[in-house]
């Protein structure tokens, strides 16, 4: 049977768990080893023996460890663990280290060989960063929803058929599309939701019972590998949602796994989370190797660059009650994962909490007194913007702060603005159809909205479907609308969305690190005007930036640090984005007259709900 030292799993800092628990094909079988230490008795179950609990038995060692070794078992066949619990009960359970299940709503793990040779991505791998100086731009997706199972990006023609109950898209199925398409609009990464095994669809991955196992409902072990490797040879990166804070309750899952609260708090009031799971005992040397191996198995199994950490704020305060204070445990987990994840691949990975809170120093390095998360989603300037956005243009000017709020916090963290799934689901409407006024004025303003969201500092994410200018509300069920593109408004926005991303990836202005002298207001304080005016200094070039998010037109003078020739390279109301002006490009001279404490100025027409931006070449030193 298999051996390994275990004082590192004991101690709360093993990141390599799987290698040695669950079940491992060897020349003579399957090997199955688990962690149960308060069970009275175990064996094996599955495909291989009838599901006979007498044929398998297996054997308890002085660390609680129980190994068996099955001669019959083989790649493929379904099994589980029959557990005599600590309280007598008997229950069959899944392999907490499984590496495939059957698809909901079966929920029997699959022996499965984790053996691929396909992998050519040495060359990404060894050149792969954290991207802080490089334009980030994430795609936010969902695999099964992405598009229907007999549909293609490509297909218009009226309404396609809709994936209604399955069966689901395969990883094989969109990769050559999905690859076209974050080409199209200049996406470094894509980021799926996540993809361990779920028993519920409308949990979208985030409630789980499989950590280690990739979830069946899109494809295997080896067609995940494929689909990361085709998009590593592609360019793209591949970040994964990971969920380190709670899993399902369900019977046959990690609740009292050996009648005891073995991966869960043993208080109710601390392991009942609000989403109806129980919430992981962060204090647990066991269940810290767990999970920081269940981490490291997604990284190092699956080649992904990095991994999205869920409901962060969840476990930096008890349930995310900043008034019950912070859970210790939990950040020192959170500490000892991200140090060891990082110093594991050499600091080429991205870490990201989706943080809600104002806990400091998620991004700072753990040696600083840190959690050591490389970025953090910016969810204040999300909702700010957003609930700014909702009102009426007359009462924007008692919110003017909305927008620049975000610039007195920028440089604390390492932020990524997103405008995710959660922001287009459950009644809230989507991103476009959140914007005041008629059809007409939504597209206007969510044209301004994506003109300041890709001038701000920070990375940024969307979900699928943003880029089309969806109505309709994601559903996991469903495709994304593409056949809107048959639709003049959303093929403007489309053609809007793909330029300003380009502007963005093409221009060190947008995406230098997090300098502080990147980034300069103009004008932050024209709340009368709903305006706002900012510029980006890049190394070659520096771009001004002029939102009008009122209903009316301005000619407006704007201050600006040098002389030369200001070139307008977008504006959001030029007609090919849906707007109602011809596409003739603003030419400012600068006059040296100050203005909002710059030495030059420019006078510029900015028409109603537009978003300018103008570029001017760097004068010669």
Known sequence: ?????????????????????????VKKGVEFILYAPNAQ???????????????????????????????????????????TQSTGAVKDKTDPYGFYSKLRPDHDSIVASLEYDGWTDQKWMKERTKGFNDPISIYEMNVGSWR????????????????????????????????????????????????SEFPFDGSWGYQVSGFYSTTSRFGTPLELK??????????????????????????????????????????????????????????????????????????????FDGLRMDAISNAIFWKGNKMRGENKGATDFMKRMNFMLDKEYKGKIMLIAEDSTDFPNVCKNTLDGGLGFDYKWDLGWMNDTLNYLKKDPIYRQWHHNNVTFSMAYFYSEHFILPLSHDEVVHGKGTIVNKMWGSYEDKFAQARGLYTYMFGHPGKK??????????????????????????????????????????????????YYGFDPTNFQWINADDAAHNTFSFMRKGSQKNFIFVINFSTNPYKMQFGVPCKGTYTE??????EKYGGTLPETPQVLKAIRLPLNNQPYRIQAEVPAFGALIFEVDLPAK
Not at 162 to 179: A, C, R, T
Not at 270 to 296: C, H, I, P, Q, Y
Not at 484 to 490: D, E, V
Not at 569 to 574: E, I, K, R, T
Request: glycine share 6%; charged share 25%.
């Open 41 to 83: 008795k175990i064996s094996v179950v599955g495909d291989f023996n009838e599901w006979d609990p007498e044929t398998d038995p297996m054997k308890k060692d002085e660390f609680g460890v129980w190994k068996a070794l099955v001669k019959n078992a083989k790649v493929g066949d379904a099994y589980k663990y029959r557990i």
């Open 1 to 25: 049977m298999m051996t390994k030292d275990l004082t590192p799993f004991f101690e709360g800092r093993e990141l390599y768990a799987y290698e040695y628990f669950g079940a491992h094909p």
């Open 226 to 303: 494929e689909f990361v490797n085709k998009l590593h040879g592609a360019g793209i990166g591949v970040i994964m949602d990971f969920v380190p804070v709670h899993f399902v309750k369900d019977d046959y899952a990690l609740a009292y796994f050996d009648g005891t609260p073995l991966y869960e708090y043993s208080k109710h009031e601390d392991a009942d989370s609000e989403w109806g799971t129980s919430n992981f005992d962060l204090w647990k040397e066991s269940v810290r190797s767990f999970l920081m191996s269940a981490a490291n198995y997604w990284l190092h199994e699956y080649h």
């Open 569 to 574: 390279v977008l504006n959001s109301q030029w």
């Open 461 to 510: 994410l969307n979900f699928m479907g943003n880029e089309l200018g969806m109505f309709r509300e994601w559903d996991e069920m469903k495709g994304c609308d593409w056949f809107l593109r048959q639709y003049p408004m959303h093929a403007a926005f489309e053609k809007f969305f793909e330029d300003l991303t380009g502007i963005y990836a093409n221009n060190d202005a947008f």
């Open 148 to 195: 229907s199972l007999n549909e293609r990006v490509e297909d218009i023609e009226g309404l396609p058929e809709q994936n209604e109950e399955g069966p689901f898209v395969h990883y094989g199925d969109i990769v050559d599309e999905l690859i076209a398409h974050c080409k199209k609009y200049h996406f470094s990464h894509v980021e799926v939701m996540p993809l």
